[in-house]
């Protein structure tokens, strides 16, 4: 009995698992938009006139505008790599969005369902870790690029700085310039984010359609025909997807993709067990999370 009481002071409603999307909601969507202003400035890969007030405003010591037109020293590979990044930024961003709407709308948690508190800051870790490892090669940069940004506002004033002129196109062009990988990966994204929210919309369902909150049924639909873990399934696509957007060459995707496999198969393995525990007519044909393999 201490025992149990013991257990349950370590652990937290499951229902907390919105932090972790709120989390990562708010850090991506910073480390979007500061490494997308800090790629527009320093990393252009597509040409853009120079504006006459730009030019004499910077040859005259008036600002720092030249800045928008790229930097010189910035072979055009690490610029190419820069947009990639704000590409998965962007990707992860839809992701988190996605997720945080669905853990408020459409998850049913038990009030009984308890999650223990090494994997409640095991998650926080994680949606603060992911996001970063999508950019962090040009992080430093990025950082020093926006606390500048930040000095400079605070010492001069909104009203004394004088920024360059903008362009839209300067922000959207260098995305459409990437290569097929870039895309074939959004596509594999899409793929398992449809199917991970077609099958969180089931256990949804599940919930709601049982007679009592600590009711649980058997899931059908979907991926749920092939394994018992479908959303964990569509989870390793959607890094998968980023994985193949990136161009599968750098280590730190490669090691993020690798620790969502190692996590998410121990998961669904446990999973399995429980529902051929709690159900004696449950679907034998069924793998844990691969279909035909495991």
Wanted: include cysteine.
């Amino acid at each position: 009995m201490n025992y149990s009481i013991m257990r349950q002071k370590f652990t937290v409603p499951q229902k907390f698992f919105c932090h972790f999307y709120a989390l990562a909601v708010i850090w991506t969507t910073f480390l979007l938009l500061a490494t997308w202003l800090y790629a527009y400035n320093m990393a252009l890969l597509v040409s853009q006139p120079l504006h006459f007030s730009s030019i004499t405003s910077y040859l005259t010591g008036g600002s720092h505008s030249f800045w928008l037109h790229g930097s010189p020293s910035m072979k055009i590979e690490q610029r190419y790599r820069c947009w990639v990044s704000i590409f998965l930024l962007l990707l992860m961003e839809a992701q988190v969005l996605r997720r945080l709407y669905e853990t408020i709308y459409v998850f049913k948690y038990s009030p009984s369902a308890r999650m223990h508190i090494f994997g409640y800051f095991t998650g926080l870790f994680f949606y603060t870790a992911a996001p970063l490892s999508l950019c962090c090669n040009y992080v430093s940069e990025v950082f020093l690029f926006a606390s500048n940004l930040i000095q400079e506002l605070i010492v001069k004033g909104k009203d004394r700085m004088q920024f360059g002129e903008y362009s839209w196109w300067g922000f959207v062009g260098p995305l459409l310039k990437l290569k097929w990988h870039a895309w074939l990966g959004a596509a594999i994204f899409l793929w398992g984010s449809v199917h991970q929210h077609r099958c969180h919309a089931i256990l949804g369902l599940v919930r709601d359609n049982s007679e009592q909150i600590e009711d649980y049924i058997i899931p059908y639909g979907d991926w749920f025909k092939y394994v018992s873990s479908p959303h964990y399934l569509a989870e390793i696509v959607i890094y998968g997807g980023l994985l193949v957007a990136g161009g599968c060459s750098d280590i730190t995707l490669w090691l993020l993709f690798g620790f969502v496999v190692a996590n998410l198969v121990f998961a669904a393995a446990e999973t399995h067990r429980w529902y051929l525990r709690k159900f004696d007519n449950y679907p034998r044909e069924r793998f844990a999370i691969i279909p035909s393999f495991y």
